[in-house]
């Protein structure tokens, strides 16, 4: 297993995929490496690109208000994405995006080790828990692979764009605080 530093700098100078030829910073992953609770988003927007760190523009101010709801945060999560490159004009990231870049996502869980990952939004879920997965059907659902609860909520970014999925979204942060509780997670 790669360490920190060498996953790292693998992903910093990857040229894998397209994407690597747009970037203006490779966005790995923010939080400590410790974290008993990991969120991983879909891929880096513009605000994200221009600072080199995941769900900084309104999308994770949004995050960021949501999880404080529930005792959540920064200094208490590992937040990351599927693809570390911003696809074009915020654009899903591509199958093959996403493959050339799961490597890098799989080595931060086994470094962080977390308990619980909360996939956010559709692209994250399909990738993480099942290929076929409705985020409109199945958020907040609770599935358990290799000792790692996950589950799925509403993008960020989505709850901008509709307002009225914000109560669905409260409700699985709920959910979410009821697993935190049920694991025993200290926060």
Known sequence: MRTWEELERDCGSC?????????????????????DVMFVGEGPGEQEDLRGE??????GMLLDDMLSIID????NCYIA???KCRPPHNRDPQEQEQEACIDY?????????????????RIAAMKLIKPDFRITREHGVWTEKGGVWFTAMYHPSALLRDV???????EDLLSLRDKLRELQVKL
């Open 81 to 83: 994405n599927i693809v």
């Open 164 to 170: 009225n999925k914000r109560p669905e979204t409260f």
């Open 72 to 75: 959540l945060g920064r200094h």
């Open 15 to 35: 040229t894998r995929c397209g994407l690597c030829r747009t970037r203006h910073s490779v966005v790995f992953g923010v939080g400590p490496r410790d974290a």
């Open 105 to 121: 996502l799989r080595g931060q869980v086994a470094l962080v080790r977390p308990k619980i990952i909360v996939c956010l939004g």
């Open 54 to 59: 995941p769900f900084v523009g309104p999308a």
